[in-house]
């Protein structure tokens, strides 16, 4: 669709009728519109649209709140005690206030990415102009915005249909928010709904972000063999002057590789990056090097091998400035949105700029135009490095063993510890001359500092930690893929049905932050175990460098060790955070190219399709972020479960199944209008696992569907029960739950599975056509 | 041994953890309890006392005082490993959604627990569990068998040294062995 405002001017006109004078016509939109599939029920739906759809699954998965805090203080009524059902001075209760409070992270995430996207397309539209076509992979993506065009009815053709698209979630998003204001919003339930809507607002906005870029950047465009990068900071020549760039928004990063190439300096320096911007850089121009997930930025910045920070937006540490400039290491700020103090300094000589960036005369300075950022971080990096090379940033050994003497093993390091390190005892044996406990928090360490704000000796405890663990630090050279983008029609047309039926066991989207509770390997291993037993594995953001950061016995990494395909067994690399609505797109895309449902502003019925018919599991093994939330509650709403690690509790509302709850799990077959029970499939939208074991065997199970074939539920439940038995040592206690027919049942386990159902009173039920959706039965029941 | 939550942060409101201050104390409020519960959680086999793991501790502890255990995360592995059959094992969320909801007729199925006990959690997934019994199960009575303080149980144990956790432990365990529930 193209919509264009015209405006018509005319001076002077003689006709027969008469003579025209100065008549100026103004048209709002002239809507040429050439898609012509139907339009759906739900086009551009507003915040209570798709609220019987919510409430369905609300219904069924029902919110569990675990307050962090008792009170409310968001207006002058209060402080509010609303301890155990007490009501504050507006009237909420703790449970509306805490699906209160989910609402408002769900927003800030989905704000966060519009505005990001907004950003993008505004740059882009100024210098590629609004006719510029979207192109996400040529031929082979013909629905190249599956999410856009399911949520609003629009089918993007250029980069200035993605305005329109952004105005319809900024104002969405806008209601979403202002409906947390006091005295708006009083049910918990219409609250989530509220959050639900603003998840589905967030995939919109992610999608449109990574469709402009990919399109006028020339990012891989749904490519399986999209480059492999060198990660790490031992991949990184620390002989050359270094821009290190820290963030999500790829802009100011293109002026720096476009300065430096058009300045033939690309031999002569690297640019690396931390997070979505290491990944975008690396989709530009491919020798570009990943240093690792921003959550780890301070032992990054520390490690002192940056000559200049480079920041755009989103989880950049507040304090970076601070921290760069204990290395010495200027910091441009490029973005609006996180300034950081800085003068602005766009519209100064560039050359001036340096001067005082080189000479230490400013620590940082704030430059809006990407352009500029790129020749300044290009010429200071290349002015500023030869004169850092001479700096010690870290701490010698020998002055750690002295630094750790002055501990006074107050304990209020390891109480301030998100993951409850031992940090005492290993300060203990550090001033005793043994540094191996303290190398040993390395590895599970997440980097916050809190540690050192607690401290009342003020140590730098984390910089003691990064100098014990340099050795493994510094050795860090794997490989990740870049971001392939989204998932071609061609792969979908390949795997729709064996996902459908059941053949392909699952969908694994193992996406998200990097607040782990014991580093980065247990993605490693989640991944691994998954993809060798052929489920899609799919990852993106910080865990998609976790994925990438180890090697099996024969020194690969996971992206050399299986296929980049949307294909069992591949193991794809989809992108940044924004290119996490590419694993929405594909969902989306199964059910319209495979299942050849209508697309356009349908909401509803393709998610009753997702959520009944297609193995999906999302993971965000260390989500962290108010992001991280709003792309959660875009999966909740198409009803794709969602497990996040034990720090996601922290999130403190979970949406749980009740499996001892058979009335929870009833669907209509389609096919008769009966009301048939399917068992818990899928058994939550919204869990919280405590360790990787635990999250294997709940993987595995979250992707049953009630559609499955026989054939693929045996093959589904044979994944359950082995991974059941090796972490849990013993059959699953549900698996009567699962069996629907005895053909359901693994052939080479019948002989133990037999016996439990008979001992479970079992009984035989039909498979469904499944659906939520009363209006979806084809003959309505009699 | 110090009442202030072990993380920093976590800092109560209004209604706070009632301290334990001796195992006999804790002894007592088990026995009182008819359908006491006790959940266990990953640290189970992360935390060493005296050589010892904790698991062992409460495998002890629940032969000694019949409490039925409910394991989370994949603690069930271990307790089958070393000869000990939970009475139920789910996520830790799944437990406390079944704890807040007054009809659910506990694991065997014949009435809601009394008493709900808690170890081995990740301290900040514990602490909020038991925010979720305070707000939404405000009759529950729930207490921890940690080191750590919780503020958010009706009992919690003081911080306490792994030392003095292994005494309160051992004394809980006797106290049982010697009288029965």
């Known amino acids: ?782 | 041994m110090s009442c202030e939550p072990w993380q920093c942060a976590e800092i109560a409101a209004t209604k706070k953890a009632n301290p334990i201050q001796k195992p006999e104390i804790a002894v007592a409020m088990i026995k009182k309890a008819s359908r006491p519960l006790l959940i266990v959680g990953s640290n189970a086999t992360q935390r060493w006392m005296e050589g010892k793991q904790l698991i062992d501790y409460i495998i002890d502890f629940a032969n000694a005082s019949k409490v039925p255990v409910v394991a989370t995360a994949h603690m069930v592995g271990e307790f089958l490993k070393r000869g000990y059959q939970p009475a139920a094992f789910m996520t830790a969320m799944d437990i406390g959604q079944r704890v807040v909801d007054p009809t659910w007729q506990g694991i065997d199925g014949k009435g809601h627990p009394d008493l709900v006990m808690f170890v081995g959690l990740p301290y900040y997934m514990e602490a909020l569990i038991l925010s979720g019994l305070k707000h939404f199960a405000p009759d529950q009575k729930t207490m921890t068998l940690d080191n750590l303080y919780h503020p958010h149980a009706s009992w919690s144990f003081p911080n306490a040294t792994l030392e003095e956790w292994a005494n309160n432990l051992k004394v809980m365990t006797s106290k049982f062995n010697e009288g029965g529930q």
């Open chain 1, 1 to 782: 669709m193209t919509t264009k405002n015209v405006h018509v001017k005319i001076d002077e006109m003689k006709t027969n009728a008469g003579l025209i004078k100065n008549l100026e016509l103004s048209i709002g939109k002239v809507i040429s519109d050439n898609w012509t599939e139907p339009m759906g029920p739900t086009p551009m739906p507003h915040i209570s649209t798709l609220r019987d759809w919510d409430m369905k699954l609300l219904n069924k998965y029902k919110p569990f709140y675990m307050p962090d805090c008792d009170l409310c203080c968001l207006c002058t009524y209060g402080k509010c005690d609303l301890t155990a059902g007490k009501r504050g001075a507006c009237g909420l209760d703790i449970g509306a206030q805490s699906s209160r409070i989910v609402l408002i992270a769900c927003s800030i995430g989905a704000a966060t990415h519009t505005a990001h996207a907004r950003h993008v397309v505004d740059h882009l539209i100024e210098k590629y102009g609004r006719r510029f076509p979207l192109d996400v992979g040529g031929l082979n993506v013909k629905v190249e915005a599956p999410v856009t065009r399911l949520v609003t009815g629009i089918k993007p053709e250029t980069l200035g249909d993605l305005d329109e698209v952004l105005t319809y979630c900024e104002a969405q998003i806008t209601h979403c928010l202002s409906a947390a204001h006091t005295g708006q919003e009083g049910n918990n339930l219409d609250f989530e709904s509220k959050a639900f809507h603003a998840g589905r607002m967030d995939q919109v906005g992610m999608e449109v972000a990574d469709i402009a870029q990919i399109s006028t950047l020339n990012f891989p465009k749904a490519d399986p063999e999209a480059p492999l990068i060198r990660m790490g900071i031992g991949s990184v020549d620390r002989t050359k002057p270094t821009i290190m760039c820290i963030g999500h928004n790829v802009v100011p990063s293109v002026g720096i590789i476009d300065y430096m190439k058009d300045s033939r300096l690309d031999d002569k320096m690297e640019v690396v990056g931390l997070c979505c911007t290491a990944f975008d850089n690396t989709r530009y121009y491919d020798r570009a090097k990943i240093v690792g997930p921003i959550s780890w930025q301070l032992k990054f910045v520390r490690a002192g091998f940056a000559d200049v920070v480079v920041i755009d937006e989103q989880c950049v540490r507040t304090d970076i400035f601070n921290e760069a400039e204990k290395v010495k290491a200027p910091v441009i700020a490029a973005s609006e949105k996180n300034c950081m103090g800085f003068k602005n300094r766009t519209n100064d000589p560039a050359d001036q700029i340096v001067d005082d960036l080189v000479s230490g005369r400013v620590p940082g300075v704030l430059i809006l135009d990407p352009d500029k950022v790129g020749e300044v971080a290009v010429k200071t990096a290349v002015k500023i490095a030869p004169i850092r090379r001479k700096l010690n940033v870290l701490p010698s050994l020998e002055q750690v063993k002295e630094i750790a003497k002055t501990c006074r093993h107050c304990n209020l390091c390891q109480r301030s510890c998100p993951q409850d390190l031992k940090i005492p005892a290993a300060l203990k044996a550090a001033a005793e001359g043994n540094i191996a406990p303290l190398t040993a928090l390395y590895e599970e360490c997440i980097g916050c500092g809190r540690c050192e704000e607690a401290c009342p000796q003020k140590i730098m405890i984390h910089s003691l930690i990064v100098k014990a663990g340099e050795k493994e630090l510094m050795s860090e050279d794997n490989l990740c893929r870049s971001g392939r983008g989204a998932v071609s029609d061609v792969e979908i047309r390949s795997v729709g049905g064996p996902i459908v039926l059941g053949e392909i066991p699952g969908i694994l989207a193992v996406v998200g932050c990097a607040n782990y509770p014991h580093g980065g390997k247990d993605v490693y291993d989640i991944c691994r175990e998954f993809a060798s037993r052929r489920y899609i594995v799919v990852t993106s953001g910080c865990s998609a460098m976790s994925a990438g950061s180890y090697r099996n016995e024969e020194g690969k990494t996971l992206y050399e060790e299986f296929p980049g395909g949307f294909e069992a067994g591949g193991v794809l690399n989809v992108g940044s955070c924004v290119a996490n609505s590419h694993i929405a797109g594909a969902a989306i895309k199964v059910a319209n190219i495979f299942a050849k449902r209508n697309l356009r502003g349908n909401y509803e019925e393709i998610a009753d399709y997702i959520h009944n018919r297609l193995g999906a599991v999302g993971l965000a093994w260390g989500a962290y972020s108010q992001k991280a939330a709003s792309i959660a509650a875009g999966f909740w709403s198409l009803g794709v479960p969602v497990l996040v690690g034990p720090h996601g509790s922290k999130y403190r509302r979970m949406l749980l199944g009740r499996s001892d709850k058979p009335e929870n799990w009833e669907v209509y077959d389609a096919r008769t209008g009966e009301i048939v029970n399917t068992g818990p499939a899928p058994e939550h939208l919204f869990q919280t696992v405590e360790t990787p074991q635990e999250a294997m065997v709940q993987i595995a199970k979250l992707c049953i569907r009630p559609n499955d074939t026989w054939k693929g539920r045996a093959g589904k439940l044979s994944h359950y029960i082995d991974l059941h038995k090796r972490h849990y040592g013993c059959m699953p206690p549900d698996i009567h739950m699962f069996v629907r027919t005895t053909a359901d049942i693994p052939i080479t386990m019948k002989d133990e599975i037999v016996p439990i159902l008979k001992e479970k009173n079992w009984k035989e039920s039909v498979i469904p056509d499944p659906t939520l959706l009363p209006r979806m039965i084809r003959k309505q029941k009699e």
